[in-house]
């Protein structure tokens, strides 16, 4: 199978080595497979919040709703509900969906709605120029904490599975082969699906080579099983040092959100009708 | 009697809200019309509540202070109101609950003992409002046949208890006056809040979206419980945030989407309807008045989100604001509003207040101007597809997912016609004035309808000058004294030549608003006109006709 041409006209603006390459080009192949199994590339959508990944929809000559900071999800949902059959794909930075969106990003998984949440995860803010996020390890010296932060980071992979999402994995940006995996699988799940991307920010906060001493794929994990998905979820804390697992920690099918809209369709034809028997029984 | 006023008061939690309704609809069965007004506390047991039913022979949208009934469970009921009694009026009242004092000469008094009835006929205590309107009809002479078929509506579980309480309440006195039945057809009785939510299904809504919050949760709750019905989607998010995004994605789609919220959710809001300005995503936003800043009276009325509501968003994009009067004018403009954000690709508010939402007024629906469902202008599939197409107007033509022949790029960035982000400085000012240009287009249809309305004595030199729900009081006096009543509906973009030819004639215009600070004034100043005397009401409560009769009387010389 030959790629399609998913690329645009817009100049590609992400530093040399930045970690959203990887995510860019798993994306384009994906896009390219599920097209040519059957889901045609106008029936995706895909959404983007503010921040160095968002520009990801600039570069995809696909639909695309370049959403602001934080509100990747509930454009997202809004899209989904309204065209059930489209597949809806979120990309957001940690920043983005785990700071100044995370109310929504816990809504939509607690509903379980079947979108995809990318999250581009470097860690730092990268277009606001090098500030800690929720993800970012105690201590981290940014611009805005320059004596080191004094909180840890979210875990939030544990915060995903505790709200609801009934699909989480994890990849890294040097590790390309996977992240297509998880990010196809994702897509095609039938539910809220998040894959939480270590994606590495090369001019603020460049990770490859811890990620590489520290990473190990998943073997043998049975991501049906909760409990086993919680302890492998728990074994990195996004703080300490500690193996760093990949690939899919959870998965089950259960029912989801935008299901209970379907056949909600506007009976334009039948709304005076209805609208003077109202007003009949009004009076 | 031709007209009168009736407060039913008692705690909340008492069913006041329900009984009042209940009368109301009582009136309407004999032809007569009818106005109804609450006012309750942000509570929900106990504190003071109470409703104000006024009816007569002719459409009325405005309230006395001075009542011929008072029909009171509890004791504040009198301690509050007994003021407000007229000479010769009527207190019903709950002997086992209301001690008479202070009440002064000439008022008859009429005492049931509502509470023992109810406990010898095993009703719960809510029924002492049935009790009590079997009562007050007995003594207007109203009979017990239009009760009847009222009760039967209203009242679907346990009707015949309450038919029971009430013939017991009956048949504890005896006729005192008669209210004559009207000869004329009843018209429907709707809440402001079910005006819109109908205006909104006549023009076309796919799906509304809201967070709860006051004045406005009615229309969440109406369009949810008749959502299968009509084939809409009811959605009620996260927050407000939640909502006006998630609005943005169906329309992205093509779907026609409206949000609710008064001003503290439409604070949240903002981001977004700058975002639907830059993107060009139709939506219409109800913002419900009431009292700020901040929290302020939560169940009480305000027109304080004007220039709010005028200047929210960071950036400069046009918008479509209407503020109507009442619920007919809610019902029109409501389904307008959908039409027009459809078709300029905008966001439109409609302004509501408490007082305009939750009052019920008679809604003749054949005094309300055709309403045609405005199709957005859709792509031709000629040249390769644009989102945003530079066009003479400003409108770019609609393609809508999935349509294989078209990528559709919406974008929160500065963009170019293809959808993609640009910082170039000729295409950020191109878009701009392709954005803006709309509003001229807009404003010029707009000119095809009646955006400034005209009531009362049309060549009296004096003026008063009303926007939204002060339209009802406003009108009514004005006809009292021989003034001119001036109502802009379309406050944005405003209309200079409909207003400017309204003006024709005034040489005392005098505004009545509901704020602190003259909203209306200000805005129309920005377009060159003055008002004489301001005429500014801010404690939540609506002008009464005697209070506003007074004020005019005092700026008017």
């Known amino acids: 199978m030959s790629p399609l041409n998913l690329g645009t006209y817009a100049a590609n603006t992400w530093c040399p080595g930045c970690g ?18 059957g889901v045609p590339l106008e029936n995706i959508v895909l959404v983007s919040g503010i921040g160095c990944h968002a520009k990801i929809v600039d570069y995809l000559n696909v639909n695309s709703f370049y959403s602001l900071h934080g509100r990747v999800t509930p454009a997202a949902e809004g899209i989904k509900l309204a065209k059930p059959g489209i597949k809806v794909i979120g990309f957001a930075g940690d920043g983005d969906a785990y700071g100044e969106g995370l109310e929504h990003l816990i809504f939509a998984a607690k509903r379980n709605i079947d979108i995809t949440m990318i999250i581009h995860n470097n860690r730092v803010y990268g277009l606001t120029t090098g500030q800690y996020t929720p993800t970012s390890p105690l201590g981290f010296k940014g ?21 609801g999402a009934s699909f989480l994995a994890r990849g890294t940006s040097h590790g390309a082969e996977l992240l297509k995996q998880v990010f196809k699988a994702a897509i095609l799940h039938k539910g809220f699906s998040l894959v939480d991307v270590l994606q590495v920010c090369f001019t603020y906060f460049n990770m490859y080579e811890y990620y590489d001493k520290h990473v190990y794929e998943l073997k043998g994990h049975d991501p049906q099983d909760r409990q086993q998905a919680l302890s492998k979820i728990r074994e990195w804390d996004y703080n300490a040092d500690s193996p760093i697992a990949l690939g899919v920690f959870y998965k089950k099918e259960i029912p989801t959100f935008e299901q209970n809209f379907l056949g909600r369709e506007k009976k334009a034809a039948e709304t005076d009708a209805k609208i003077n028997a109202f007003l009949k029984a009004s009076s | 009697m031709d007209d009168f006023s009736l407060l039913i008061g008692g705690k909340a939690g008492f069913g006041i809200d329900k009984s009042g309704a209940v009368i109301g609809r009582i009136l309407n069965q004999l032809g007569r019309r009818v106005y109804i007004s609450r006012d309750y506390p942000s509570i929900i047991r106990g504190g003071h509540t109470f409703s104000i039913i006024r009816s007569s022979q002719t459409r009325i949208a405005a309230q006395s202070n ?6 009171a469970l509890n004791q504040e009921v009198l301690d509050y109101h007994k003021e407000r009694l007229k ?12 001690k008479l004092e202070g009440v002064g000469e000439g008022i008859r008094t009429i005492g049931v003992a509502l509470t023992r009835i109810i406990k010898e006929e095993n009703a719960p205590e809510i029924m002492r409002n049935s009790c009590v309107i079997g009562v007050f009809i007995r003594v207007s002479g109203i009979k017990w046949e239009a009760l009847e078929s009222v009760f039967k509506k209203e009242f679907t579980k346990e009707t015949d208890l309450n038919l029971k309480v009430a013939s017991r309440g009956y048949a504890a006195t005896k006729e005192l006056l008669k209210i004559e039945p009207a000869s004329q057809e009843p018209l429907p009785l709707l809440s402001g809040n079910q005006a819109v939510s109908l205006g909104l299904l006549k023009g076309g809504l796919d799906t509304f979206i809201a967070y709860p919050m006051t004045p406005t949760s009615p229309i969440l709750h109406f369009l949810a419980a008749n959502a299968a019905d009509f084939g809409l989607k009811v959605i009620h998010p996260e927050s407000e945030i939640g909502v006006i995004l998630m609005a943005l994605g169906f329309s992205y789609t093509g779907e026609s989407v409206a949000v609710g919220t008064s001003g503290g959710g439409f604070c949240l809001m903002t981001e977004g309807l700058s975002f639907a300005g830059m993107s060009e995503l139709p939506v219409v936003i109800i913002v419900g008045q009431r009292p700020g800043p901040s929290t302020g009276l939560p169940t009480y009325s305000a027109q304080t989100e004007l220039h709010f509501v005028l200047n ?3 950036g400069e994009f046009t918008r479509f604001i209407v503020a109507p009067g009442d619920a007919e004018e809610a019902y029109f ?18 302004l509501t207040d408490k007082n305009l939402g939750e009052d019920i007024f008679n809604f003749d629906i054949n005094s309300i101007p055709e309403i045609k469902a405005g199709a957005p202008l859709v792509w031709d599939r000629k040249a390769p597809y644009k989102r945003y197409l ?3 107007n400003g409108v770019s033509p609609l393609a809508f997912i999935p349509d294989k022949d078209a990528v559709i790029k919406v974008n929160s960035y500065e963009h170019d016609a293809y959808g993609i982000t640009t910082e170039d400085p000729q295409q950020v000012v191109l878009m701009q004035n392709k954005r803006l240009r709309k509003e001229r287009y807009l404003q010029e249809e707009l000119e095809n309808s009646e955006t400034v309305k005209i009531y009362g ?18 009108v009514e006096l004005a006809e009292k004294l021989g003034l001119k009543v001036i109502q802009p509906l379309v406050l944005w973009p405003f209309p200079i030549k409909q207003f400017q030819e309204a003006l024709r004639g005034v040489n005392k215009l005098i505004s009545v608003e509901c704020n602190a600070t003259g909203q209306l004034a200000r805005l129309i100043k920005m377009s060159g006109f003055n008002v004489d005397e301001q005429i500014l009401k801010y404690d939540g409560r609506p002008f009464s006709l005697e209070e506003l009769e007074e004020r005019v009387k005092g700026v008017k010389q």
Do not use: H
């Open chain 2, 312 to 314: 929210a968003g960071q």
């Open chain 2, 457 to 474: 004595k049309s060549n009296s030199g004096v003026s008063l000058l009303c926007w939204g729900s002060n339209k009802g009081v406003c």
């Open chain 2, 390 to 392: 530079d066009t003479e």
């Open chain 2, 87 to 98: 000479d010769g009026a009527v207190i019903i009242y709950d002997s086992d609950a209301v």
């Open chain 2, 333 to 350: 403009w409501s389904a307008e509003a959908l039409n027009i954000s459809r078709k300029y690709q905008l966001a439109s508010v409609i």
């Open chain 2, 66 to 71: 001075k009542m011929d009934f008072i029909l």
């Open chain 1, 20 to 37: 959203n390459f990887a995510i860019l080009n798993a994306i384009k192949t994906v896009l390219s497979e599920l097209n040519a199994e």
């Open chain 1, 143 to 163: 611009r805005s904490t320059p004596g080191g932060t004094k909180e840890l980071p979210l875990n939030p992979l544990e915060l995903m599975l505790a709200s």
